[in-house]
């Protein structure tokens, strides 16, 4: 009972906000890296909504072992069938039903009354048990439901079948004692409500969504639905770092547990920035840079004679790192990849043997290969794994006249293709534009960065950069010594993940009516 069971929807909740979608093959490093953190259920996609995220699903559901995985599907029977068909070869399958319940969805989005809003609720359930017997079910909009109704919704949806039933705050719009108030009502008046788990889905909209998450637990939780690095849906959902640290940090005070190896906190929370490009914010609670970093001098005068005075969870807990080994052009592929498992990376076979050629190349160039370097390799090769285009070479010249001349080859399978551009804003500029020109993808820049990923003059510089096409959002990360090819190894990941989403069918929204 003192086990708060962590559900996971960085593939879902997470993967829906902009910029965020991520291709199978990045599905699978981050499903392993949940797999890794060992958290108890992986929400793996929305079967219904495009083929690539039911193949996700299914592959994930194949691939993936010792986890629940679960598939979301609306209240209707086509949806749950197909998040059904996806979960088939999962080990332990679970389908997640949802359905709003608050008096403006039932009005403005559902045109339902409630007495419909129970008996679909009751057949959502009810198809779901066709499928397997682990059902979750949301009433949408929960916290702002009224207190009445989401009882009688909560016990028709346990009495149906419901194993686990969750209350999302949607709209991120509950505060702690609101939403603390919410779950106690349901323990103390629904009448089987020891049938079930109850589980909480806050969204942080006005920045309290661990906040309410923490309030729901002590009320009678014992499911937390969150993501990496709080990622999802506007400002997001409840972050499973911030979540799990506050459950372990107060245990004095919340009782909790939870089955997370804490130490792989801050490698799924680097793999998910390299796979989405979205970079956490340097103050980020638990896996920011400046999480563990002391300026005042007082601090570190505290600090050097006792750490406790101003730390209150250690660092390594989290998964950062204490000692920066060094290694170099002689280490061996054996040493790579024990520093690589010290990190929280699993290096094997293929992947350890492209990561060891990057190593060595980079280590040719640079004197000291520091952890950073390794990590940002490793991330490096996790968000370029399926790119389509790759960077074969570049040459960049100015004219007599001070214009840029940019010359790029990208090869794309067994084609290779080289073209010029003269002109442009400077040089960067005209690098993007002969790629736009090789791509056919012409996008408008929004964002763009470079900083050094260790220290010293030869340091690896990472770019990240973020693209609009077509309304949508896209970002791209590169790594390099040479700053100008990491840009253009951004902008190359950017435009590839452009072509990624081209040709898939308008996605389905989980925000559509049932
Ligand atoms: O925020 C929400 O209500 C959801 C549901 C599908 C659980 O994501
Ligand atoms: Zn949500």
């Not at 699903?57 to 059904?84: F, M, P, S, W």
């Not at 323990?187 to 006005?206: E, Q």
């Not at 014992?222 to 990496?228: F, K, R, S, Y």
Request: net charge negative; glycine share 8%.
């Amino acid at each position: 009972m003192n086990n708060i069971v962590i559900f996971d929807t960085t593939l879902r909740d997470g993967e829906q906000s902009p910029g965020c979608s991520m291709n199978l093959a990045e599905k699978l490093e981050v499903a392993q890296a949940l797999v890794d953190l060992k958290v108890d259920v992986i929400e793996a996609g929305f079967p219904i909504a495009s083929p690539g995220d039911f193949e996700a699903v299914q592959a994930i559901a194949r691939e993936v072992r010792g986890v629940t995985i679960c598939g979301l599907a609306r209240c209707n029977d086509k949806d749950i069938d197909r998040a059904g068909e996806a979960l088939k070869v999962a080990e332990d399958p679970r389908i997640h039903v949802f359905l709003a319940t608050s008096a403006i969805h039932r009005e403005f989005k559902l045109k339902m009354g409630k007495d419909e809003i129970i008996q679909r609720a009751i057949a959502g359930v009810e198809r779901a048990k066709m499928h397997t017997s682990n059902i979750e079910f949301s009433p949408e909009d929960a916290a702002r439901t009224e207190p009445d109704f989401l009882c009688q919704v909560v016990e028709a949806a346990i009495k149906a079948g419901a194993t686990t039933v969750n209350i999302p705050d949607t709209v991120g719009y509950a505060t702690p004692a609101h939403m603390g108030g919410v779950i106690r009502d349901l323990v103390n008046r629904v009448p089987n409500i020891d049938k079930a788990v109850i589980s909480v889905h806050c969204h942080n909209d006005l920045g309290l969504a661990v906040a309410n998450s923490l309030a729901a637990i002590e009320n009678g939780a014992g499911q937390v639905e969150c993501t990496i690095n709080g990622i999802g849906e506007r400002a997001g959902n409840c972050s499973l770092e911030e979540i799990v640290m506050a459950l372990r940090t107060r245990s004095d005070y919340f009782n909790k547990t939870t089955r997370i190896d804490t130490t792989r906190l801050v490698p799924a929370s680097r793999l998910l920035t390299s796979v989405t490009g979205m970079e956490v914010q340097r103050n980020k609670a638990i896996v920011g840079r400046n999480a563990f970093a002391h300026e005042a001098g007082i601090h570190q005068d505290g600090m050097l004679k006792n750490p406790t005075t101003y730390e209150i969870m250690r660092p390594e807990d989290v998964g950062f790192k204490k000692t920066d080994l060094v290694l170099g052009k002689h280490s061996g592929r054996a040493a790579l990849a024990d520093r690589a498992l010290a990190l929280g990376y699993h290096l094997e076979g293929d992947k350890l043997q492209e990561v060891f050629e990057a190593f060595k190349k980079l280590a040719d160039k640079k004197k000291e290969v520091y952890d950073s370097d390794i990590a940002a390799l490793i991330e490096k090769r996790a968000s370029s794994a399926s790119d389509r285009w790759k960077l074969v070479r570049y040459e960049l010249r100015l004219e007599a006249d001070g214009i840029p001349s940019a010359t790029v080859t990208l090869s794309r399978g067994d084609e290779k293709q080289t073209d010029t551009f003269f002109g442009g804003d400077g040089p960067l500029d005209a690098l993007f534009r002969v790629i736009e020109k090789i791509t056919g993808i012409q996008v408008v820049v929004r964002d763009y960065r470079v900083h050094s990923v260790s220290q010293g003059k030869d340091a690896q510089g990472e770019s990240t950069i973020e693209v609009e096409y077509d309304g949508r959002v896209f970002r791209g990360r590169g790594v390099s010594t040479d700053t100008v090819e990491a840009s253009t190894l951004a902008f190359l990941n950017a435009t590839n993940r452009v072509l990624m989403s081209a040709g898939q069918p308008p996605q389905v929204s989980y925000r559509d009516t049932v």
